[in-house]
């Protein structure tokens, strides 16, 4: 059972690069997430899906662009990749209100 | 709106030791509480959970309360071992009408536990 894989794993970007993250889930999950992790301020959420075809803004979407292409894929696109956006990217996904978030295992990005 | 707030890290302790990393929040309503451990180099794994007042949460050897009197949620441990060293994430999610209800977490906890 796979649950929620992402790629690449690590990628380092040059200011002004554009590229997409991947995620898929493999649960039949509603809802899909994206967090970045940066030291001492725990996750954020950038952008996140309720359900299919519907995308929404969380804390820190400026710089990011998402598409639900399907029930399992929810993707990231930097459009030009600055140095800020350095960081740990999660995707994860859940099956109800009351259900906890299930993690895929990052993505480490270096813009330089 | 929404917010956590954990204990500050880093926490070092002996192996056997009792742990307690502290989480308190804010919320509207009644939230469902929640406590994510990460290895490292691993995304963020549940814990434990807690749905309603006054309802433990269990697993591993840790537990936690949902005391909604003090609006807390606190992680206790009685003996801890080297393999719980990681980093601990406090989270609460609002009881939103749709699946999208967001989870808010907490700084996070960084443990580490010495032979």
């Known amino acids: 059972n796979a649950g929620v894989t992402q790629n690449p794993k690590f990628q380092v970007l040059k200011t002004g690069q554009s590229m997409t993250l991947q995620c898929a889930q493999d649960?039949?999950?509603?809802?899909m997430y994206w967090y970045r992790q940066d030291p001492g301020m725990g996750l954020r959420l950038i952008y996140y899906?309720?359900?299919?075809?519907?995308?929404d803004k969380g804390e820190v979407p400026n710089g990011y662009n998402v598409s639900r292409l399907n029930k399992r894929e929810f993707s990231l696109r930097l459009e030009s990749a600055a140095p800020s956006q350095t960081s740990v990217y999660f995707c994860?996904?859940?099956?109800?209100?009351?259900?906890?978030?299930?993690f895929g295992n990052g993505t480490r990005l270096t813009v330089t | 709106g929404d917010s956590v707030t954990q204990m500050e890290g880093p926490v070092t302790l002996s192996e056997e030791a009792f742990l307690t990393i502290n989480c308190t929040y804010t919320?509207?309503?009644?939230?469902?509480l929640f406590w994510y451990v990460q290895y490292p180099g691993e995304g963020l794994q549940l814990l434990l959970k807690?749905?309603?007042?006054?309802d433990k949460g269990s697993n591993k050897g840790f537990e936690a309360t949902y005391r909604k009197e003090t609006t807390s949620f606190h992680l206790e441990k009685g003996s801890v071992q080297v393999s719980d060293s990681a980093v601990y994430f406090c989270?609460?999610?609002?009881?939103?009408?749709?699946?999208?209800?967001?989870?808010?977490f907490g700084e996070g906890t960084q443990l580490t536990v010495n032979p």
């Open positions: 989270a609460l999610s609002d009881r939103g009408e749709t699946s999208g209800s967001r989870l808010t």
């Open positions: 649960m039949n999950h509603n809802s």
């Open positions: 807690a749905t309603k007042a006054d």
């Open positions: 919320a509207t309503g009644y939230p469902s």
């Open positions: 994860a996904s859940r099956g109800g209100v009351y259900s906890p978030l299930h």
């Open positions: 899906s309720a359900s299919e075809g519907t995308t």
